[in-house]
């Protein structure tokens, strides 16, 4: 092929902690330049930006500017490394984790940004794994099983915290004024197409999975005035029109080819959520092709030609991953920040420097010291419950277990054992779409955990199943250059293109026929555990008390000073 011909498209890809851009050659998907831009705020949990008021329990907030920022600096960086001209640029597509979701004017300023609401924390965005709406999401499930409303069972018969209803209730019941200021109640994956493009979309994939649009429409008025009668209008403020993947959503206006320093008129494809868009790039995009993209949380994404009620997925929608196609979701909400977690609060010292001395991070010395062991050695079993269970038990207010510690017990031990307990939570979630009629015929593994090894082996004889691994270590930005290479014409369809452009390698990871059988004994320990502390009943009051404890005055503060020496003269 004649270099000079060559055509490409930019994906990017919004993250939890920072957001990606990839040129992406348009004939093969050879990915060509690549950059990462950090957001400044990063996830803001304790207080606003630049402001004393501080949040409360379970809350996670992000600022639009660092999403804009991306825009400025990834994307020209990425085409600056890419070594191309941008005037070979035909199209730009974007993914964002979802539900990201944001308050906003009609004219697509976010709320955070309007004279006067800086200091309002409802007036910014809620990022996905904010999940101080459990009480909105509990009353939602309640509410909506009396009426037996018929949309329940798309979503696994609960609505999740994370998600765009349970979300915008708590605007409403904890800040009136901007629930009223609110003109749009807009996914960040819709709200950075409007800035990329001067339009208004509102994408197939977020309004089904997110917030409750089956195809007919929205929950009824009836509804949402049960669980509170200013609630009614709120469909007003989401997407009446719903566009398709791999759609033409606008074309680069000029203030937005000002910050990419892309040609004005480039198509621009329908947003997208981060965990869909990457059976594209993994070309997974037919019926029983689990991708299971493995990063902070997982996201597992299957398109099925069947319709069927999975209990506890986050949703099947109809054209929600490939058009023509059922599209399915379930998830865990942590799997490496469990991990992230464990290295920053668990590990001593003398694992850090030996690491260092080792030139390994501590992920790396530790997965090395767990890999040594065999299957129950440890003598642990663990929930991976510590970000809640979004599937298959829907309940953001559950929390994490660690059973079998002893005095012995090392942090390598703990390690190995959180690994296991998030393929076990993989296995739940598999073994539920099986048990559903809903075959999963291959399991292919994206994200930033591929990079391990032994995690990825964990993975395979948990589940007794081959891996396959995606070709591309920026799944979900290759899976937007893939979208936007469709809008742009380049292809007739997003199966078309992912065949072209996509990549993934089959059976990379073997089961092992002497550690699956063990880990059978251990999943059962699993099952047992996960069954006993399902309802709550235990986690939720601790949880209480937590929040009780932390936010009250009643316990006279707290006790300082060091106790005096016993027998110490005095
Ligand atoms: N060697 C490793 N083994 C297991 N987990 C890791 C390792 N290195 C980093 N992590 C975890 O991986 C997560 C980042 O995954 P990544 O896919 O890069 O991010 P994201 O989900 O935000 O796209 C972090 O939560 C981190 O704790
Ligand atoms: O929930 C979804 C997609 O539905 C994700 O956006 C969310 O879990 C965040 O994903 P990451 O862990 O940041 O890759």
């Known amino acids: 092929m004649n270099a000079n011909n060559d055509r490409y498209v930019v994906g990017v890809d919004f993250g939890t902690l920072s957001g990606r851009a990839v040129v992406v050659r348009v004939s093969d998907g050879a990915e060509v330049g690549t ?77 955070c940004e309007v004279d006067g609401l800086a200091e309002r924390p409802h007036a910014w965005p809620k990022l996905w794994k904010h999940h101080a709406a459990q009480p909105h999401a509990d009353r939602i499930n309640a509410v909506a099983a009396r009426r037996k409303e018929t949309w329940l069972s798309r979503y696994g018969g609960k609505i999740s915290a994370e998600w765009a209803f349970a979300k915008g209730l708590q605007v409403l019941e904890e800040d009136p004024e901007v629930y009223g200021r609110a003109e749009r109640w807009i996914e960040a994956a819709d709200w950075i197409v409007w800035q990329l493009t001067g339009v208004e979309t509102r994408n197939v994939c977020a309004a089904g999975y997110k917030a409750i649009h089956t195809g007919g429409g929205y929950p009824s008025a009836e509804f949402l005035a049960e669980l509170n009668p200013a609630f009614t209008g709120f469909t007003a403020k989401l997407g009446q029109e719903l566009s398709p993947l791999g759609g033409l959503a606008g074309r680069l206006d000029a203030r937005a080819a000002a910050w990419t320093g892309l040609p004005e008129g480039i198509a621009i494809s329908v947003g997208n959520v981060d965990a869909h868009v990457t059976a594209a790039a993994a070309d997974a995009v037919r019926p029983g092709q689990m991708v299971a993209i ?120 703990t390690y190995r054992a959180l690994i296991e307990a998030t393929a076990f939570g993989a296995r739940v979630i598999v073994e539920t779409f099986e048990d559903s009629g809903v075959p999963v015929t291959e399991f292919v593994a994206a994200g930033g955990l591929i990079k391990n090894r032994f995690l990825m082996q964990v993975y395979a004889d948990v589940l007794r199943r081959p891996i396959s691994v995606i070709g591309s270590e920026q799944g979900c930005a290759l899976g937007s250059a893939i979208h936007a290479a469709v809008a742009a014409g380049a292809y007739p369809d ?77």
């Open 494 to 570: 997003i199966t078309a293109a992912s065949a072209a452009m996509g990549r993934r390698a089959e059976a990379v990871h073997l089961p092992d026929a002497g550690r699956a059988d063990a880990y059978d004994r251990l999943y059962a320990d699993y099952r047992r555990l996960h069954d006993h502390f399902a309802d709550g009943e235990m986690l939720h009051g601790l949880r209480a008390l937590r929040n009780e404890a932390s936010t009250s005055k009643e316990q006279g503060g707290r006790v300082t000073g060091l106790p005096r020496v016993m027998g110490a003269a005095g």
């Open 35 to 111: 950059a990462v831009h950090e957001y400044a705020h990063r996830v803001i949990e304790e207080r606003l930006p630049g402001s004393a008021v501080r949040l409360g329990p379970d809350w996670a907030l992000q600022s639009p500017e660092d999403w804009r920022q991306v825009l400025r600096v990834a994307v020209p960086g990425a085409v600056a490394a890419a070594g191309i001209s941008p005037s070979k640029v035909i199209g730009l597509g974007t993914d964002f984790t979802a539900c990201t979701v944001l308050p906003a004017t009609a004219d697509g300023t976010p709320l």
């Open 294 to 413: 493995m990063g902070t949380s997982t996201c597992h994404i299957m398109p099925s030609d069947a319709l069927a009620e999975v209990p506890g997925m986050c949703g099947v929608v109809r054209d929600g991953i490939v058009p023509g196609l059922w599209g399915y979701e379930a998830g865990q909400s942590g799997v490496g920040d469990i991990f992230g977690w464990f290295v920053e609060t668990s590990v001593p010292g003398s694992y850090e420097r030996e690491a260092e001395r080792r030139g390994l991070t501590v992920h790396e010395h530790l997965t090395e010291l767990a890999a040594a062991q065999r299957v129950g050695q440890h003598g642990l079993v663990a929930l991976d419950w510590h970000n809640g269970n979004r599937s298959v038990l829907v309940d953001h207010d559950l929390s994490a277990v660690i059973v079998g510690q002893t005095l012995a017990t090392r942090p390598e031990d």
